[in-house]
């Protein structure tokens, strides 16, 4: 079924939302994985009158937006609007201590469901209760190559299921819209940026079944060139300016050290799957759903579903998805 050609339309003029948007993102990735976060706050802080009154100056363009300076034949500013502006350094210095504390913790997990675990609880301030996170695969690639990708994932189970036998990855208006290398864009906001076709409204139709009705988007890339989607979504989300850029270098920083410990994370102990249980990741691999996998293996769904939550178990994963990307690197299936 063909959706279409998109057409691509400019970005809405947003500054407080997109500005700094290549900047924080190049921090993240080129900085905040090699640095502690202390060393780059105390460059922030020695540097804290740009970010706070200089051109970028996150904080004080809101407050130039909200309650302009009057006219020279106007009263002078009120108190409580100069109050603002004296605070403003110091409110955006509490934000940045609260977002690298948050990096530091980040950094310091030990697991990829750890760091997952951390992004929920930070992202649950606007709403999100989701995430989902990994390089795009090119369009050829098999179904087991596309789920093997995924880094991060507390998905709604049975939707990634649907998502990945049903190859939706490539019609996905949030994947077209990653490889595009557009800036961080809210899930409502696809219709402002581009054409999505029908194939596409469809398949965010079926996300909003499982409680994704909303959900923020920032892709990024990998240094030799390939795509990054970064994802969180929920029923509702409400996040604000500052919210949108701390999240670009909190999602930079979490795929960074996920990826460390997808390349560098060894077992403690040997994990061996019985040839049943092989068989039956091979075929979730393959973007088979737990019933399609019974009927093609003649074993009764219950039979898959433990054999499923024995491989979860023995490979401390939650989900199907990470079963098959932790057995892709230890090279218990192929």
């Known amino acids: 079924m063909s959706i279409g050609r998109c057409n691509h339309t400019p970005l809405p003029e947003h ?6 948007t ?4 190049g921090f993240a990735i080129g900085i905040l994985l090699y640095l502690t976060p202390s060393n780059l706050l105390n460059w922030c802080n020695k540097n804290r009158g740009e970010l706070s009154t200089g051109t970028g100056r996150p904080a004080m363009r809101q407050l130039d937006a909200c309650n302009p300076p009057q006219a020279p034949n106007h009263p002078l500013p009120s108190p409580s609007w100069k109050q603002c502006v004296m605070e403003a350094p110091a409110l955006w210095r509490r934000h940045l201590d609260d977002t690298f504390e948050f990096l530091n913790q980040i950094r310091k997990s030990s697991s990829q469901q750890e760091i997952c675990q951390h992004l929920i609880s930070y992202a649950q301030r606007f709403g999100a209760r989701n995430v989902l996170a990994g390089p795009i695969p090119p369009p050829r690639a098999l179904r087991r190559e596309q789920i093997s990708d995924v880094l991060l994932d507390a998905w709604p189970q049975q939707w990634s299921e649907r998502y990945f036998s049903k190859g939706y990855l490539h019609r996905d208006p949030t994947i077209q819209l990653v490889k595009r290398g557009v800036t961080p864009f809210r899930w409502s906001e696809m219709d402002q940026i ?3 076709c029908s194939f596409g409204r469809q398949i965010m139709a079926e996300a909003s079944e499982f409680n994704l009705r909303d959900g923020f988007t920032v892709p ?6 390939q795509p990054v989607g970064f994802s ?3 029923e509702k989300l409400e996040p604000g300016p500052h919210d949108r850029l ?16 997808a390349d560098g994370k060894q077992a403690s102990t ?6 049943r249980q092989q068989d039956v ?13 019974a009927d093609h293996l003649n074993i009764s769904r219950n039979t898959a579903d433990t054999h499923l939550r024995l491989v979860r178990q023995r490979l401390g994963v939650t989900s199907n998805v990470q079963a098959v990307t932790t057995a892709f690197r230890l090279g218990l299936i192929s």
């Open 15 to 20: 500054p407080a939302i997109y500005e700094g």
């Open 22 to 25: 290549d900047r924080s993102v």
């Open 194 to 196: 581009f054409r999505v």
């Open 220 to 225: 990024f890339a990998t240094l030799n060139g």
């Open 232 to 234: 969180v979504a929920g």
């Open 246 to 261: 701390a999240f670009q270098l909190v999602a930079a920083c979490a795929f960074g050290c996920a990826a460390l410990l």
């Open 270 to 275: 040997p994990v061996r799957l019985s040839p």
């Open 281 to 293: 990741l091979r075929w979730v691999a393959e973007g088979l759903t737990v019933v399609e996998i």
